[in-house]
């Protein structure tokens, strides 16, 4: 793996080998006793992956260039791949990359000669969050084989439904979509439920906000909740070890009653706990396929090795 771009790189077997990688990282502190510098270029507003890749950065010992596109010479005109190839010519050893496109990858991957972590694409892709959500389920239940597993919301605008479709389906769990009219996405083949139907059947109900800023009309519903979204009477019918996802940001009171949003089945904090040591992970198997740490290296700590 080269670059880290789209949940589709990855056979099951890599993707279970990250997940283990991230609970070793769990377990184990550990630095790279090299010089190594990472560029966090975000172009679209971050909470959780921006701070979450800081985090995991800095826990590996990798000097963080911290990089705000609204105080940059991105608004004197400068292009995304001069941007990041500034930052590759400059010493970053790997790009950790979010922006509005949904494929802004396809004109960086044959210019650049550093690793590229889609860090989210548009409405097309956010490998990263799936793989925290996989490390989640995963934690749960410890298998993805046949669980029966809703997502539900905003899908036509999520690049995290897109992800997390795609790799659940590669991972055998029987995969559903739950969305209010116009919100549904055709080019996604998979069966859609209800919210009432979802929330009696499912394992894992992983709910999505509504992505305002990339629909061209203000949507408007003040039944949401009710119609849509997972209401304290729909918990109520969910299966005992039913568990609840959300990405995050939660828009509170609209996808999700803001009392469920920290209640016993609630793992939305857990996964950002989790996000930080998948990332780990998926830095740590770049930075050692491009030779940037090396095998002398991965002998000293066994943990890097994934
Ligand atoms: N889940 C997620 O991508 O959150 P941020 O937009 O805050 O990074």
């Not at 802004?104 to 409405?123: F, R, S, T």
């Not at 996989?134 to 905003?154: H, P, S, W």
């Not at 795609?166 to 969305?179: H, I, P």
């Not at 930080?276 to 770049?286: D, E, F, S, T």
Request: proline share 3%; hydrophobic share 40%; aromatic share 8%.
């Amino acid at each position: 793996m080269r670059n880290f771009l789209s949940v589709n790189q990855l056979n099951s077997k890599e993707i279970f080998s990250i997940i283990e990688a991230a609970e070793r990282f769990r377990n184990k502190q550990l630095s790279i006793d090299k010089q190594v510098f990472a560029a966090n270029l975000f172009f679209e507003p971050s909470t959780r992956t921006k701070m979450s890749f800081i985090v995991a950065q800095k826990k590996l010992g990798i000097e963080v260039l911290d990089f705000h596109s609204e105080a940059s010479s991105v608004l004197k005109g400068e292009t995304l791949y001069d941007t990041a190839r500034t930052f590759e010519s400059i010493g970053a050893n790997v790009l950790v990359i979010r922006h509005g496109d949904d494929t802004w990858y396809d004109e960086l991957i044959h210019g650049l000669q550093v690793p590229i972590i889609n860090a989210g694409a548009g409405k097309g892709g956010h490998p990263t969050q799936c793989m925290l959500d996989l490390a989640t389920i995963y934690q749960e239940y410890g298998y993805f084989n046949g669980l029966k597993v809703v997502i539900a919301g905003d899908i036509k605008h999520s690049r995290v439904a897109r992800s997390n479709a795609q790799a659940l389906k590669k991972l055998g769990a029987n995969v559903y979509l739950s969305a209010a009219p116009g919100f549904d996405d055709p080019l996604l083949d998979f069966p859609y439920l209800s919210m009432d139907e979802a929330a009696e059947i499912c394992d894992v109900v992983m709910l999505l906000r509504i992505q305002h800023e990339r629909h061209e009309a203000i949507y408007r519903d003040s039944c949401y909740l009710e119609t849509f979204g997972l209401t304290r009477d729909r918990e109520k019918r969910m299966k005992d070890r039913a568990i609840i996802l959300h990405p995050a940001p939660i828009n509170r009171g609209i996808e999700i009653d803001t009392s469920l949003v920290e209640c016993k089945r609630s793992r939305i904090f857990k996964q950002m706990e989790n996000g930080v040591y998948v990332r780990m992970a998926i830095i740590m198997k770049l930075l050692h396929e491009w030779g940037i740490i090396n095998d002398s290296i991965e002998k000293r700590n066994k943990t890097y090795a994934i």
